[in-house]
């Protein structure tokens, strides 16, 4: 009987390639987990590298600047000498434009939620949601081009008072863009409550929008506050719209037609000028963008608790 | 004994049926609102930018006179920032989500990292630019180079790019590596053989989306100090460079009507490669996504 010719060829020295190539088998299969696990510590070093930069060059400006004077004062004038340095206009200014973006996101995502989750048909569905979700995509420095250029015109019309800078058209626009981030995420909540409950509201002879606002919204509560929040942070950290079209005064107070800056606007004023490294307007932007970080890393850890927290099980 | 009035829910149920109706089509119209502000935006834009754009506008250095100004530079820029952040970020992205996906056991240290990539991309892009100012521009001494700023663009979107792909590869079933192991094939070559080509066309949609982000975020580059003018091209990734949402924002900060409408034919551009980008990455989600 012929056995097949391979089975001979099992010389000794074939044996010893084939006990190589198992061990170099072997040492790639050792290899490969520990050269991904570097590249998943890239992540992790981002972290560590974006808390270091930030701490430390804060540091150094409270060193010149007291951490007092930061909180407190009502002031935010570098460039004069010396220069005063209160936060507090900086974040009154990223606040009203915040405020007015979700006064305007809020009602249109939650709306536009609503409808897609209750109302529309499938094959609308299929439609306006990707539709929605092109405006996510949308470069910010496109939508800062729009309020400037367009939104701002527009509103000088009806209100002949507001300056070319101010703090409600890229507000709006804010809104505008952070709108997709709340429907899209809102609707995923309201999508996940189950028919069995809406159908039981309906037999029961509630109306659609009785089901809705007294079944499904309260249900989807905790997705939709997690949403908005999400939304706040973006807002937050927004940086072109504000830059082109909010201007370049610090001021405090609640007035929204004047020209305004966010603490997004001056760290990208600062860098775009020669404020020579070493500088305490150069160290400045540290400590502005630490109370930003601080700001979204808050809103984020909320969002993300709300959404475990508040969970629904059905 | 009767508990429902029959009167009393007559004589309401006109308004809460006319309520029904009116809330239906106020949803409606908040929906409509967005679709509308989207269509203005993008006729406002064709309109202003439109006459501007020709072969000239693609093919000019930036210039002082309206008429004469291109993109050409800021195209440039563009493409060779990007042909640092694909590679960097899909190696990177991919890699961390196999290790994640494939090999970490699910103890602390691993749902650290997950934690830490969930808020890193909650991070804004600005802190993102003083980090690479820091690390990339300062420390390493690398200057505004398409290198430093490449870099950062790559740490900006990983988190989006690892999500994906950690989702894509959570999709490839697990009889397709239960079968490989049956054959004899060790954990790598399932993974590299099995797994990646399954997870391929999930992994490549969510990588161009983010890619497509990069391309047009423009905060981040302003903190770097990278140019917004400038009247040569790059010839190696040390070299500095500007990028085309800079040399948007350039047009769009200065008070003149003509360069707003350069503005605008730039942001024309821009929307055109990133709408290209988004059409590949939807045809390849269709075209092979296999549903298993």
Known sequence: ??????????S?????????????????????PKLLLLTAIVS????????????IETFTFFQRVSLFEFLTADTWYPFSNPGEYGILPLISGTLRVTVIAILVAVPLGISAAIYLSDYASDRTRRIIKPILEVLAGIPTIVYGFFALTFVTPVLRTFIPSLEIFNA???????????????ASLSEDAMSAVPYSIREGALALGATRFEVTMKVVLPAASSGIIASIV???????????????????????????????????????QVAQGDAGYGTTIYYSIYAVGFTLFLFTLAMNLFAAWIARRIREEY | ???????????????????????????????????????????RILIQGFPYLDWQFLNSLPSRKPEEAGIYTALNGTIWMMAVVAPVTLILGVGTAIYLEEYARKNKFTSFIQVNISNLAGVPSVVYGLLGLTIFVRALHLGTSVLAAGLTMSLLILPVVI???QEAIRAVPNALREASYAMGATKWQTILRVVLPAALPGILTGSILALSR??????PLVVLGVPLFLAFLPTSIFDEFTALPMQIYNWTSRPQHEFQSLAAAGIIVLLGILILMNSVAILIRNKFQKRY
Do not use: W
């Open chain 1, 1 to 10: 009987m012929a056995l097949p010719e391979e089975r001979e060829s099992h």
């Open chain 1, 12 to 32: 000794v020295r074939d044996l010893i390639v084939l006990k190589k190539n198992n061990r170099k088998k072997k040492a790639i299969e050792k290899l490969v």
């Open chain 1, 44 to 55: 992790v070093l981002t972290t560590i590298g974006i808390l270091f930069t930030l701490l």
């Open chain 1, 168 to 182: 409600l058209s890229p507000g709006i626009v804010m809104g505008i863009m952070i709108t997709p981030t709340i």
């Open chain 1, 230 to 268: 999400l939304g706040i942070s973006r807002a937050i950290g927004e940086t072109m719209i504000v830059s082109i079209a909010g201007g370049s005064s610090p001021n405090l107070g609640f007035n929204v037609t004047e020209s305004i800056q966010t603490m997004t606007a001056y760290i990208v």
């Open chain 2, 1 to 43: 004994m009767i508990v429902i009035d029959q009167k009393k829910v007559q004589s309401k149920m006109k308004s809460r049926i006319y309520r029904n109706q009116f809330f239906k089509y106020l949803f409606f119209s908040g929906t409509l609102i967005c679709l509308l502000v989207l269509v203005i935006l993008f006729t």
């Open chain 2, 163 to 165: 999500v994906s792909a």
């Open chain 2, 214 to 219: 990069a391309i047009g975020e423009t905060a």
